[in-house]
């Protein structure tokens, strides 16, 4: 929609073809319905957050920067604000508005939307000459635009038709994998707590070799295959697939207390429910879905008297509730993941225009490219801004 709307701006006759009967499906999902569409973040530590290939990314947002969304979707009547972390939502916390916004404006600049699926580029020579899509149609055209986005989530339309369009025109497609994506875990016991969202953890990752992969504090959720959330996607994009399962997380489940603080917290609860057993004297400390894990994780009987825990039973629990540990096992499916890492290999596309090295007149935009990016607005941007350069310079 960026690229085909700056491409009408600059006087060219574009068509959109989309093969939803409505466009930005995904996009109306994006941020929990409420659409993360950049983030505020200075544009050096934006590309911080693009684990793969961020250098190509230099151009485009410099070029058309978070600032630069931020006013386009001002000046097309949508109020912004910032959240916590520098995610940018509508006022609205309505994806539906920027989507709105975005196709009042292609009307306006003349861009022709038809419905349909485009199943090859048509080329002469070294130049692309339009598409042919599959109920028979044939696009003629000095460029074409390839924005058919990843393979995740493909109820949205992005099924990743256009590996297979470009692959068949010599572009390398380095293989889809899925990144933001919830993970399966090996320990049973985290089946129990299906459904219990955790808020104000602190979940760090470690490898095989025990080192810190990453760390951060916020919201995770537990369900019936292993954990998800917020964290945990972002936890995702710091894992190699091929060796998953020799990583673990380890939950802090009191991040804002020290060990010391946490263990005379811990105390003081014992010492007001002396007389109950351990099971029962743990309602003021954790959510109760959690106390039979923890309970039977920590080796004390559940049946124990308080009275009869020792200090180093209680250190040893105050221990586990800052050290939750969970052994992974495997990424869900690509069609869970939020995005899909890998694409057509950046070394064949210029990164200052969006251009095709190998086809004169092809161009890409989005997430069919090689580059991904954390939570937090950066894969919106890189929409955004690799849309503005193809469109500008098609
Ligand atoms: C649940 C969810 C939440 C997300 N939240 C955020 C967020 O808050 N912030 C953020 O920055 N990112 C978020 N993302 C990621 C973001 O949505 C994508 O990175 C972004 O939409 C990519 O844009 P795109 O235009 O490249 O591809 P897409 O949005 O996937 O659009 C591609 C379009 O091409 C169409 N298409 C595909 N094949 C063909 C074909 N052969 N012919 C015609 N049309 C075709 C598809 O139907 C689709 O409409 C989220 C993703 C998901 C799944």
Same mark, same amino acid.
């Given at each position: 929609m960026m690229a085909a709307g700056m491409a009408a701006a600059r006087g060219c006759q574009v068509t959109l073809i989309e093969r939803n009967a409505r466009l930005g499906k995904k996009l109306v999902i994006t941020g929990k319905g409420r659409c993360n569409l950049t983030n505020n973040a200075e544009i050096e530590d934006m590309l911080l957050n693009? &684990? %793969? #290939?961020? %250098?190509? *990314?230099y151009s485009a947002f410099y070029t058309f920067s978070n600032a630069d969304v931020m006013s386009f979707f001002e000046n097309l009547g949508v109020p912004l604000k910032v959240e916590r972390g520098g995610r940018v939502f509508p006022v609205s916390d309505k994806a539906s508005d920027i989507l709105a916004a975005l196709q009042k404006w292609l009307r306006a600049s003349g861009v022709q939307i038809v419905c349909g699926r485009v199943k090859q580029i048509s080329t002469d020579g070294d130049k692309v000459t339009g598409v042919f899509t599959y109920d028979g149609q044939k696009y003629v055209a000095d460029s074409v635009i390839v924005a058919t986005g990843g393979k995740s989530y493909p109820m949205t339309g992005s099924t990743g038709d256009g590996y297979r369009l470009v692959k068949t025109l010599g572009h390398t497609i380095i293989s889809p994998k899925p990144a933001l994506v919830p993970i399966e875990t090996q320990d049973e016991w985290v089946k129990d707590l299906q459904g219990l969202s955790l808020k104000n953890v602190t979940v760090t990752l470690l490898d095989?070799? #025990? !080192? !810190?992969a990453y760390s951060d504090f916020g919201e995770m959720l537990f369900t019936h295959f292993g954990v998800s959330g917020p964290l945990i996607l972002s936890t995702s994009s710091h894992i190699s697939s091929e060796n998953i399962a020799n990583y673990r997380i380890v939950i802090d *489940?009191? &991040?804002?207390?020290t060990f010391e603080q946490l263990d005379a917290r811990v105390q003081r609860d014992f010492d007001e429910n002396s007389r109950k057993n351990f099971n029962n004297g743990l309602n003021m400390l954790l959510p109760q879905k959690i106390i039979p894990v923890v309970v039977q994780l920590s080796g004390i009987s559940p049946y124990k008297p308080i009275h009869q825990i020792t200090k180093g039973e209680r250190q040893a629990f105050v221990h586990l509730l800052k050290n939750l540990t969970i052994q992974l096992k495997a990424f869900r499916p690509i069609d869970e993941a939020i995005v899909t890492k890998g694409g057509v290999h950046v070394a064949q596309v210029n990164p200052s225009t969006m251009a095709s090295k190998i086809w004169q007149g092809l161009f890409f935009a989005g997430e069919i490219l090689d580059v991904d990016a954390y939570t937090g607005g950066f894969n919106l941007q890189i929409a955004f801004s690799t849309g503005v350069l193809a469109g500008n310079n098609c």
């Open positions: 693009v &684990p %793969t #290939n961020h %250098t190509f *990314l095989q070799n #025990n !080192k !810190k *489940l009191k &991040p804002a207390l």
